[in-house]
Every structure is written in structure tokens, then in C-alpha cells.
């Protein structure tokens, strides 16, 4: 149960993030900031917060979760903008009764999020408040950096990843029930950034991306609304059996789970029918309208699902 | 008395940051990231937090003061590496109970101190928690970034700017004596990143730098630490006969507020004697030694002040 002094933790804290290398850094953990080499593409820059109580629960998930899941959580900003990343700076807000052990949770999860993406805790900040605090902020080079708002009239809409897997995982664990899918618990605690699938879509053309955080309709809605398109999605596209039963199990229609679920971190990205994207299915396409989110449904029947307003769209 | 959805109120930042506009910046609030044109000098890139009750107290500063203080706070990590901005994101943690109003105070504060600065804030997150927290991400470039490890044994310690004014502004504002000195309150409430002055000192040749945010003798523990040296501090050229008769009718011993005062935000660098270094004073020197600070007091004496394992020095 130690708690050692700033000094020490930021000690511990450097030796475990310095275990990896990443190109082009120059000066990592230890002075006033982090130095990088400049590149040639533009720089692609986000950061996000997770905080205890409001984004993880401490009963649901362990403290290297709770790290993993708020790296990957702002660098799949950096894959919804098809960027590499060149490093994380994670800033901490932790409560005076957090140990060494708990703090070294939080960033073993960061650590191997941010390896698996190719990069690395390059610095950060501690400071202590009543709730864990995680702020992430992510640095990334893109060669031509997608956009929510490049999207034409004549693409399809892509995806990459699986819908609605998070939302049922957190289900289930709220219901003591994690053992009807490991996959599903393992989507909401371990989801990924999909860096490489946002390069691939560079790579291909896409005109247009966004990261699944909030929904896929909320999300999909963003990129109408900044396009001035609207966005039809395909109920047959869509559907997932496997996901069907186990959210019949749980009493939630799976369209709910598939639609509204958020926390995936799928991508979305917007590109010609043409065009070949490894590692994402067409879910839809984009055509002249005004900005909304419509579903064709199997009948053949199309309702609209989000518009301007729609703060919770119903289903 | 309004609270709009997070919807509303990201349009509303997006158009009070808008006002202002940065070289450089390709793409700002409203996507998934920030995107920047790439330089040709090395990037500088930090991270800070303040958090409600640990850096900050609504009874002795307003939020504008609040989003002032933590942006100029994080900017000073600039200033200290020599790096001029390129932008600020900031991630804020709001009670359910912030009113618009106290938001935009908040946001008024970051974006007044980032022009200050010379830069904007161009992104963000808001996120729901018990007590305001504004973590400022910073960015920006450094021709010969400025690192604490560079100091040579031949050169005088520069200071640009006051210490122990806002210690003393914090002491008189915990005592409701603020109307005693509107300069104390005012080095507490509104500090200064001094970016111009670590420019400047990167021109004039300085070899190492730090801004003086836990305390003059500990900031200078740092550079002693990281170039290996001893660093002399000369009581006579710290003498503050002003801020010494406001320390005694505290009861304080000015060389407390001098030394460990802390979130001053002056600047600290090295560089030979022979620079010429606009807007700074020399304070001491650096000699060959164990990493220590030592103060040479007006008698000639000299004791340490700072070294390993000292957490807080006594005076």
C-alpha cells in the first residue's frame, strides 16, 4: 500500500514508459515538455478525459483497463483523422489515497495501448483530486488528414470494426452477467484505435472519416451534418446474429445496441463504391439531401434515425 | 441560470475561440482533431492540470482567473523550453451544476491568456465530474528548444521576472487582505507565460532553462539535477525590499516567498555571463559540484538550500 512522493512516482513512471522507442522523439519524460522531431505532413492533434464515475467505473473494469481504454480512446481520434500517432502525453488527476501499485495499473494499461498503436507515453502531469482523472493527449502526422466533411454525394459509407459489442459488454457487466461473452466484456474494457485501418483509408481514397464514440448514428450524423449530405444505412448491413441473441438475453432491440451503443471506436469512413478498403464492409451510401441519418430497413421501408435536434433519436 | 447540451455549448466555445485566428492552423474545433501545418523546427509539446480545490479556490479567484491561470501555467512550459505556441487545447471536467455563464468565464479566461501568448485555443473535450478541472494541452515550436540538462559550469543564472509575489498574493487573499496589494493579487490570479523572454533567451545563447512554478530553489534544484552542477543563488541580487515589508506584516521571512513561493511563472535560464539577455537579471551562477542550490547570503556565507531528498526545505 505505498504512496510515494511526486518525485518517485514520476521516477517509476519514466523507467516503465521508457521501455519503448519511438522515431523522431527527442526529448521524452523529465523536462518542462516533450521534444519532437517536425515532419513533413501535417500535424493531427486531439485530447480527451476519462473520468472515474462518468466514463469508467472502478467495479466494472480494473485500473489497467480503465488507462488502456482512455488511450485508445483519444488515439482513435488520431485513426478517425487517418494520422499516425507520434506520441501520448497523459495528464493524472488521482485521489491522495491511490497506491503505487493502482497508479502503476493505470499506466501499464496506457503503456500497452499506446505500443499496440505503434507509439508511446512520451510525458504527462500528476495532480491530485477527489476522482481518478485520465486526460489523454495524442499527437499524430497525417499525409492528407480525413475530415468529417469531405464526404460526396455519390460514396458509400464504410466501416470498420464491430457495432454495438461495447454497449452489450457494459450491459452485461452491469448486470453481473460477463460470462454470457467475453468477447462483448472485452470490447467495452480493451476496445482499439484502428490506426492502421485509418491509413488504409487514406491509402484508398477516402474522402471522409469519424471515430464511433458516441453511436453510429450520432457519429454517422456528424459526418451528414459537416458533408450536407445525407447518410442512409443498410439494416442488412448491419446485422449481427451473434449480437441479436445475446441482446434478445438482455431485453435491448439489437438496433438500439447497433445504433446508439457508442464506445466501439469502429471507424466510419466515407468513400466511392469503386474504392478498395481493406478491413471495412460497406454499411450504406451518402446521397444529396439535407443533413440526417435515414435506415433503409430489410422491408425496404427508409426512416430517418438522426437529425439536427435529435438528442436521443428514438427506436 | 442556463446549462445547454454539450452540443450547444461546443458551438458556443467554437465561436468565442473563433474570434482569434493562428498561423499555421489547417483545421480547428469541430472534427475529430486539430490539424497544423508542419515547421521546419522541433516541436515542444506539454501538459498541465488544475484542478478545483488542489490548484485553485472559487473564494479567492473568479473561473476567468481559473481558465487564465491554468492556460498561462501550461504555456510557461513553453516559454521554458525556448518554443513560441502554435496552439492550446483544453480539456475541462464540469459539475452538472456549471451554468453557461461560469463556462464561458472559464473560456474567456484560456482564450484572453492564449492571445496574450500569442496563440489560440483550436480544440477540446468537455466531460461531466464533481469538481472543475482544466487540463491544457500546449504545442508549439522551438528553433534550439531549451532543456534543463544544458548548463555549463561557467555560467550565471538569469531570472526574467518577480518571485514570491504570488505566494504573497495567495497568503494576502487566505487573510482577506487582498486590498493590501493589487500587484500580489494579481501575480497570483494572473500570471504571465513569459514566451518573448525564452525566445530571447534562445537568441542570446542561454544553454538551459526552466519557469519557477514549485518554487525558485526547487525549479533550480531541477537544472542543477539535470546539468549536474551546483547552482549559487545570491541573496543580495534576490533582495525585494517591497515584497519584503509585505512578507513581514504576514509574518512571513521573504526569503520563504522568494525561494519556495512557487507559481510565479518567472523564467530561470542559464547562459554565460557575457549574454546579453533582454529582460533578465542575473541571480547567480553555476559551478562545478554535486547537484545542489546553494544561497550566498549577504554576510558571504554559504548553505545549501536544496538537494536530493530535500521535499521541502527549510528556512
Not at 492533434?45 to 489497467?64: C, K, N, P, Q, Y
Not at 496506457?110 to 491530485?128: F, H, K, P, S
Request: hydrophobic letters at 45%.
Amino acid at each position: 500500500m505505498t504512496r510515494s512522493s511526486e518525485h518517485e512516482r514520476i521516477k517509476k513512471l519514466r523507467s516503465l514508459f521508457a521501455s519503448s522507442q519511438t522515431d523522431g522523439l527527442l526529448l521524452s519524460i523529465g523536462d518542462d515538455a516533450a521534444v519532437l522531431a517536425p515532419g513533413e505532413h501535417p500535424l493531427v492533434w486531439s485530447i480527451d478525459a476519462a473520468v472515474e464515475g462518468t466514463h469508467f467505473r472502478r467495479d466494472l473494469m480494473s485500473l489497467e483497463d480503465a488507462g488502456y481504454r482512455a488511450t485508445m480512446a483519444a488515439l482513435s481520434d488520431l485513426a478517425a483523422m487517418g494520422a499516425s500517432p507520434m506520441g501520448v502525453l497523459s495528464s493524472l488527476v488521482l485521489p491522495r489515497t491511490l497506491t503505487d501499485d493502482e497508479l502503476e495499473a493505470i499506466a501499464r494499461g496506457q503503456r500497452d495501448a499506446a505500443a499496440l498503436c505503434g507509439t508511446v507515453v512520451i510525458g504527462g502531469n500528476l495532480a491530485r483530486g477527489d476522482a481518478i482523472s485520465i486526460t489523454t493527449a495524442v499527437l499524430g502526422r497525417a499525409e492528407r488528414p480525413l475530415t468529417r466533411s469531405g464526404a460526396r454525394a455519390t460514396d458509400r459509407l464504410w466501416l470498420s470494426g464491430d457495432l454495438g459489442w461495447a454497449a452489450l459488454g457494459l450491459a452485461l457487466l452491469e448486470e453481473k452477467r460477463e460470462a454470457d461473452s467475453e468477447h462483448a466484456v472485452r470490447a467495452f474494457r480493451r476496445p482499439r484505435a484502428r490506426i492502421a485501418e485509418g491509413l488504409a483509408a487514406v491509402r484508398a481514397g477516402a474522402t471522409a472519416a469519424i471515430d464511433v464514440s458516441d453511436g453510429a448514428a450520432a457519429d454517422a450524423f456528424h459526418v451528414a451534418s459537416e458533408s450536407a449530405l445525407t447518410i442512409v444505412l443498410d439494416e442488412a448491413a448491419l446485422a449481427d446474429d451473434e449480437l441479436g441473441e445475446l441482446a434478445a438475453s438482455i431485453g435491448r432491440p439489437v438496433l438500439d445496441l447497433i445504433l446508439a451503443g457508442g464506445e466501439d471506436y469502429a471507424l466510419l469512413c466515407a468513400a466511392p463504391a469503386s474504392a478498395t478498403l481493406e478491413g471495412f464492409r460497406p454499411i450504406g451510401e451518402l446521397v444529396a439531401g439535407s443533413p440526417q441519418v435515414l435506415l433503409r430497413e430489410r422491408t425496404g421501408t427508409t426512416r430517418p434515425i438522426s437529425a439536427p435536434g435529435f438528442d436521443h433519436f428514438g427506436l
